[in-house]
């Protein structure tokens, strides 16, 4: 068994108006920055997996997203479980 | 009826919602979320407004894994009266027991003031005493409804939308719309009729003194329902 680091993020469904990044993006603008475009802000979630293989620490993070860390009715999530570090602990 | 108010740890309307029920002569109890299970004789379950675990991750997202929530899916599915207002709402959409789902407000603001409502469905035990617009306040930062395009299209076609923001003429338009809720929705009622949702509190507007008494009639139409199905067992 190692331990994994999950990177999870969470971010509006594309055919849901993100109010948030709109603002932002007319921020950005105003500052200049007429190449920035499409913003979108989610939330950033790290956590521990404690799994044999990444396959698996896969699964159990995705079942967490589906059964919590996300809503499926408005947020849509993606997972990046990165590799474990030598010593098999990530602290 | 007895009713049963739900206090979450963030919970900070459960004491305006009992005082609301004792008010429209019902017997309000106070029921923990680490219970078990509501009381027995319990014919109504509220799940009032606040910010029930700090609104942490999403709006009543850790609420629905309280303990007391499995009996009240238990309850809704026998039948049982449940309403959630606010926070109640979003608990429910959260626990499934209602579709779709509440997000950030669409100006980005938590928005504080009395909004005007048309009732839409007045065949709801929720409802049955409304007559006209109410006059009733709101207080939230996520309020806008949302919902797949295929469950909105079977929600209105059903009649489950109950209640809709409306302008001094009754008509649901942008301006009188102070969240971004599609379709201007304030509440709606799960399939069953039994699980009804809003965003407005209606157990702030029951005296003239908290300037409007409005919101009354969604309790006395709780009584209206008893005192029918009384009538139709005798």
Known sequence: MKYYLAHITITLRKAILDVQGKTVENALHSLHMPALSNVRIGKHIELDVHAPDKETAQDLVEDACRKLLANLVMEDYSVDILEPRKNGQMK | ?234
């Not at chain 2, 942490?56 to 997202?61: F, K, S, V």
């Not at chain 2, 001094?168 to 699980?195: H, M, Q």
């Open chain 2, 1 to 234: 009826m007895k009713i049963g108010v739900i206090t979450f740890p963030g919970s900070n309307c459960d004491a305006d919602a009992r005082y609301a029920a004792t008010v429209s002569g019902h017997q309000a109890v106070q029921v923990w979320h680490k219970d078990e299970a509501i009381p027995s004789d319990a014919e109504v379950i509220i799940l009032p407004g606040g910010f029930s675990y700090g609104d942490y991750l999403r709006t009543g997202a850790i609420a629905r894994f309280s303990p007391i929530m499995k009996d009240v899916k238990r309850f809704a599915s026998e039948g049982g009266l449940v309403i959630g207002i606010c926070n109640g709402f979003q608990i429910l959409c959260e626990s499934g027991l209602l579709p779709g789902a509440l997000i950030r407000n669409e100006n980005l603001q938590f928005v504080c003031r009395d909004v005007l409502l048309r009732v839409e469905n007045t065949n709801t035990p929720f409802t049955s005493a409304c007559h006209g617009l109410m006059r009733i306040p709101i207080a939230h930062g996520e309020g806008r409804y949302i919902a797949p395009p295929e469950v909105l299209e079977r929600l209105e076609a059903q009649h489950q939308v109950v209640f809709r923001y409306v302008n001094e003429l009754g008509e649901a338009t942008k301006d009188s719309n102070p969240n971004g809720s599609i379709n201007n929705i304030a509440g709606i009622i799960n399939e069953a009729g039994n699980v009804i949702g809003m965003m407005p509190h209606p157990e702030r507007a029951i005296e003239p003194v908290l300037g409007s008494s409005d919101g009354m009639v969604v309790f006395e139409s709780l009584t209206m329902h008893v005192q029918r199905a009384i009538e139709s067992t005798t």
